[in-house]
């Protein structure tokens, strides 16, 4: 069974970056498409990006557009999402998922989650 593992959450400052990395066990990650999500308190969880299993496609949520970027290493086994000009809002528990369908890893139907890691953003 596949497991997810997120790292690289912390504090941030407002106008400032991290990157996000996602580590997945398996010898199938490049047959995947994955994502990552977030929920803030008393938010639903939501999109944020998605990449195809070659990376040659992305998607990204409005509001993050210009601003982060989701990219995959198949040979490590890694999904990264590197945020800037990070703005209070983007505080949220951040989710990395695993499906092999485009469609369930971005409407959050996907089987396969990591646990989470925290990002807060402030002055």
């Known amino acids: 069974q596949a497991q997810l593992v997120e790292s690289g959450g912390g504090l941030a400052q407002i106008g400032g970056s991290l990157t996000l990395s996602c580590t997945i066990s398996g010898r199938t990650f490049h047959a995947y498409n994955m994502g990552w999500f977030r929920q803030a308190p008393g938010k639903e969880r939501e999109f944020v990006a998605a990449i195809s299993q070659s990376g040659e496609r992305t998607l990204y949520e409005d509001s993050v557009k210009g601003r982060f970027t989701i990219s995959r290493d198949n040979a490590n086994n890694m999904l990264y999402l590197h945020m800037q000009s990070l703005k209070p809002e983007d505080s949220a528990v951040y989710y990395c998922?695993?499906?092999?369908?485009?469609?369930?890893?971005?409407?959050?139907?996907?089987?396969?989650w990591g646990r989470g890691t925290q990002v807060t953003v402030s002055s």
């Open positions: 998922n695993r499906d092999g369908s485009m469609d369930s890893v971005v409407s959050g139907t996907a089987y396969f």
